[in-house]
């Protein structure tokens, strides 16, 4: 082999070396590459994923505050249409 062609192989495995060290040193985010897949389930304890709202605007209270209206209505409906029936039932006998 002549040594120019040696010269071009490691130059070959040197610019490999250091893809290989740019992607492992740091992540997109700034943290250190593991390998590992990034752990989300600390954004979804937090902030639960149906909501719409960036994490910033959302307040625990106001939502528990919706869904506790939603059910009460849920529950005024279905007590209407019990009583309804009940009546409908008590007339026709």
Known sequence: MSPSTKKRKGSQ????ESKKRKVSERDVDGSK???QPK???KYFIRYPPMLSVPPDA????MYNEQWERRK???CVTK???AIKKFDE???SK
């Open 13 to 16: 495995t040197d610019l490999d």
């Open 72 to 74: 009460a209505t849920e």
């Open 39 to 41: 752990d989300t389930t």
């Open 79 to 81: 007590a209407k249409e």
């Open 33 to 35: 590459n593991t390998g």
């Open 89 to 91: 039932q008590w007339n």
């Open 58 to 61: 959302y307040d625990p209270a």
